[in-house]
């Protein structure tokens, strides 16, 4: 539906921005639901990013998401936030409240709820957790699984420190090593992530020697271009359970749709396949 001028208005704030597919995902919702309002794209330069932040209340947003390379940016802009976006340290999610920010990290809650919506039978206390990368991903991914009860966390990247800086910050059972060591890992693992770049479009390979791995094992790569990764048909020729990293990129939208826009909205194959079959906004 075409938004009136009474309409609640949201975006997302990035630079840049044209490649993010959430314009095309909250518009969908907007427009299943019947929604009197928008949701548009902002690209925002990282100089004018704090002056930006702090402009979306006076302009009559209702919120805004929020990605590269503005996560932390917002986290320092916002009056209050959630503690899970403090234990993550950056935020992806702006409500406006009483004229002042908010700031959520909806990102773990989206990583859980896609591989829950998968595959309904996986718990994060089925055993061990396997995650490749340390960037912002891999610290959402890290705190969920924690705070869901993993029994412990395997985290691997090519540079140690960075894994320790995480560990050290989140608390809890998290054991580091290097990516050279995933295999020594799998043998006990219940669940592996790939949380890096590699095996995306564009990029370089994902090496990793699935053998050790319980044929039970859940396999979830946040890379969804392409779809399905050489990680995860590897692991589904073998047999292992698998979840594309798309879901991840709709879930996590859910909160602030409905902080926005008053419901709670659905992730379904239609918009799936909405998502991926239009180009980008």
């Not at 020697?209 to 990764?229: C, I, K």
């Not at 589904?236 to 698998?242: E, T, Y």
Request: aromatic share 6%.
């Amino acid at each position: 539906m075409v938004p009136s001028g009474a309409g609640r208005v949201a975006g997302v704030i990035g630079w840049p921005v044209g490649h993010s597919r959430s314009p095309r995902l909250h518009g969908y919702w907007l427009n299943q639901y019947s929604i009197d309002g928008a949701y548009v794209p902002l690209p925002v330069a990282p100089e004018t990013a704090e002056l930006a932040f702090q402009a979306l209340p006076a302009l009559g947003f209702v919120g805004a998401n929020v990605t590269v390379p503005h996560k932390e940016t917002a986290f320092r802009a916002c009056a209050t936030v959630s503690e899970r976006a403090r234990r993550i340290g950056a935020v992806n999610t702006l409500i406006v409240r009483d004229g002042a920010l908010h700031g959520d990290n909806t990102d773990g809650f989206g990583f859980l709820e896609n591989i829950y919506q998968k595959v309904p039978t996986w718990s994060p206390t089925d055993g061990p957790a396997v995650v490749l990368g340390a960037g912002g991903a891999a610290r959402a991914v890290c705190a969920a699984l924690l705070d869901a009860g993993a029994p412990v966390v395997h985290l691997l990247n090519r540079t140690v420190e960075r894994a320790e800086a995480i560990a050290a910050d989140l608390g809890g059972p998290i054991q580091c090593g290097s990516m050279d060591t995933t295999e020594a890992v799998l043998g006990e693992a219940g669940l592996l992530v790939n949380t890096t770049s590699l095996g995306m479009e564009g990029q370089p390979p994902l090496s990793v020697d699935l053998t050790p791995l319980a044929s039970g094992a859940l396999v979830t790569d946040l890379v969804y271009a392409p779809l399905e990764t050489a990680l995860l048909a590897e692991a589904r020729a073998r047999g292992n359970p698998v979840v594309d990293g798309l879901g991840m990129l709709l879930h996590q939208g859910r909160p602030g749709f409905e902080a926005w826009f008053g419901m709670m909205p659905e992730v379904t194959d239609a918009l799936r396949r909405f998502v991926l079959d239009g180009s980008p906004a």
